[in-house]
T-cell receptor, first 117, second 110 residues
Framework: DADVTQTPRNRITKTGKRIMLECSQTKGHDRMYWYRQDPGLGLRLIYYSFDVKDINKGEISDGYSVSRQAQAKFSLSLESAIPNQTALYFC????????????????FGEGSRLTVL | GQQLNQSPQSMFIQEGEDVSMNCTSSSIFNTWLWYKQDPGEGPVLLIALYKAGELTSNGRLTAQFGITRKDSFLNISASIPSDVGIYFCAGTSRDDKIIFGKGTRLHILP
């Protein structure tokens, strides 16, 4: 079983619909992240959370919201999806206890491909 | 904002050739990391660098943390077919954000 699990893996939706992407992890890590991948643009950080009550905006948070329901769960919501949010979305985790600081050693899920028509 | 400039964007090489790619930035980074993404999967960490000037190897892979803390390179020696994929550099900045480069797509010709 994967340590970082994303659901759904694929989703096609229409403009204006509300979409939630879910991420759960069994690694026991305290930090979780949502990234978006577009061809030629690399991975861009949407939101990140260092603990259950901590939420931080990343580079491209507009149009997205997140919820850290528990240490193991971090969900990403698109309140009203638009076509330019069509992308591959990745959840990732890291463990601050290894180094005590943000080292960039991320563990990624397998991705959720979202298509907005 | 802080950006990582990764080059080249793509590479076409013959099996057995050595590969070199790099990342540069106008900002200082505290750590540099190199990830590989295989088709249909999430990126996986290859090498992590924590000190300026550090040179680290992992099998056929070698990476260095630039002395100015503004650049890093990754070399792959004697490439094999399973090296195909997208390679990303990433850095952690002073404000604790993890920034990724745009990736280098490696193609290996038969």
């Amino acid at each position: 079983d994967a340590d970082v699990t994303q659901t759904p893996r694929n989703r096609i939706t229409k403009t204006g619909k509300r979409i939630m992407l879910e991420c759960s992890q069994t690694k026991g890590h305290d930090r979780m992240y949502w990234y978006r991948q577009d061809p030629g643009l690399g991975l861009r950080l949407i939101y990140y959370s260092f603990d259950v009550k901590d939420i931080n905006k990343g580079e491209i948070s507009d149009g997205y919201s997140v919820s850290r329901q528990a240490q193991a769960k971090f969900s990403l919501s698109l309140e009203s999806a638009i076509p330019n949010q069509t992308a591959l979305y990745f959840c990732a985790t890291s463990d601050s206890k290894i180094s005590g600081s943000l080292t960039g050693e991320l563990f990624f899920g397998e991705g959720s491909r979202l298509t907005v028509l | 904002g802080q950006q990582l400039n990764q080059s080249p964007q793509s590479m076409f090489i013959q099996e057995g050739e050595d590969v070199s790619m790099n990342c540069t930035s106008s900002s200082i980074f505290n750590t540099w990391l190199w990830y590989k993404q295989d088709p249909g999967e999430g990126p996986v960490l290859l090498i992590a660098l924590y000190k300026a000037g550090e040179l680290t190897s992992n099998g056929r892979l070698t990476a260095q943390f630039g002395i100015t803390r503004k650049d890093s390179f990754l070399n792959i020696s004697a490439s094999i077919p399973s090296d195909v994929g997208i390679y990303f550099c990433a850095g952690t900045s002073r404000d604790d954000k993890i920034i990724f480069g745009k990736g280098t797509r490696l193609h290996i010709l038969p």
